[in-house]
């Protein structure tokens, strides 16, 4: 890619791509005196542009999002990709789903939101890159995916105000997600990293990750990561009323804001459903998970801190002061638990190119 004086330069930003949601980082801002790292999120949906696509009507909101295309096909993502969905967007979990096209339509979806908040005009250069991927997924894919990522990306919005634009990406690395939890825990809120033993529980909405590592050093054998977490809890719920439900992605959502709130209950069609009716179905696929993660873990007595994180903290910590009391005492629940994976990938990427600069 050329580059000019129209050209914006981003050292370093970060992108989690969630089987529910996307996180990005694009810069640090001063708030309240401190600098602190400026995130967004939009949905994990990437429909296919249908009718030619969408159009904005004289006195209406402007939509905020961009069209991808991806051999040949049109795909719709952003903040506003609600307006454009059809309503039976399934998100499944499937393990390549970084070699997927609607994983490249988010991305590309992360990327203009970033180029949007950095006030990039038609053409952004991005010095570095970080990226993250579960950890039974991460030695497999993790070169393909930044080999994949690296280089030109054509961001083209449906609204004639906003022209196509061009952002080059220079060097991108991938590491394992609860690696960046740990990097905002540790390094952005102390001079050290935590002393002794952590496991790092990311309870997001495609996989269930654990990490064990002491003073940011992995180990390897006892961390891994197992494909059941907020979203398989949200099907479970829907499998008790109306299965066809798992195919509406408003309604999953409804669920989920329900099942993390702690809300009484959640409303379709002016029916109130109770979701303490349903907390069987939940645990079930919390215990799943957590079995799975205990079975490689092994005995937890040596952990010094247990930090969870990810979109279903909340009820992933509850589940476990109900289920292993004695981890009570241990136990910290990320205070920024959305957007803390994105944030520690932020240090990284911030981390790599200072040393490669």
């Keep these: 890619m050329h580059r000019d004086m129209n050209t914006t330069v981003v050292e370093a930003c970060a992108i989690d791509v969630g089987h529910a949601n996307v996180k990005y980082s694009s810069r640090r801002s001063m708030v309240a005196g401190k600098a602190d790292i400026r995130t967004g999120v939009f949905p994990a949906i990437a429909p296919v542009m249908v009718n030619g696509g969408f159009q904005n009507h004289n006195g209406s909101k402007k939509v905020d999002g961009v069209a991808i295309d991806i051999g040949g096909m049109q795909y719709y993502v952003g903040k506003d990709v609600r307006f454009h969905a059809t309503g039976s967007e ?17 991305l590309r979806g992360a990327l203009h939101h970033i180029a949007h908040d950095v006030g990039a005009g038609s053409a952004m250069v991005i010095e570095t890159l970080v990226l993250g991927l579960p950890i039974n997924t991460w030695r497999q894919y993790n070169k393909s995916l930044a080999a994949r990522i690296e280089g030109d990306h054509l961001l083209g919005t449906i609204t004639s105000e906003h022209p196509k634009r061009l952002v080059h990406v220079k060097k991108v690395v991938v590491i394992v997600q609860p690696l960046g939890a740990l990097y905002q825990y540790g390094i952005a809120t102390s001079s050290d990293p935590l002393p002794g033993w952590t496991m790092v529980l990311d309870a997001g909405g495609g996989t269930l990750d654990w990490f064990v590592s002491q003073r940011l050093q992995p180990n390897w054998p006892r961390s891994g990561a197992h494909a059941k977490s907020m979203l398989a809890c949200c099907y479970a719920i829907a499998d008790k009323i109306n299965p066809e439900w798992k195919d509406q992605a408003d309604i999953v959502g409804r669920i989920d804001f329900a099942v993390r709130t702690k809300s009484e209950y959640f409303e379709v069609q002016g029916v109130k459903y109770p979701i303490e009716q349903y907390r069987p179905a939940v645990d079930a696929v919390l215990r799943e998970s957590v079995n799975k993660m205990f079975a490689t873990v092994g005995k937890s007595d040596d952990l010094d801190h247990i930090l969870i994180t990810g979109g279903a903290a909340g009820v992933l910590h509850d589940f476990l002061c109900v289920n292993y009391p004695h981890l009570k005492t241990i136990m910290v629940v990320d205070a920024d638990s959305l957007f803390a994976n994105v944030k520690g990938f932020q240090i990284a990427a911030e981390l790599v190119y200072e040393e490669t600069r």
Excluded: F, G, H, K
Excluded at 90 to 106: G, I, K, Q, S
């Design 90 to 106: 399934l998100r499944t979990v499937p393990r390549n789903y970084c070699e997927t096209d609607e994983y490249l339509a988010l």
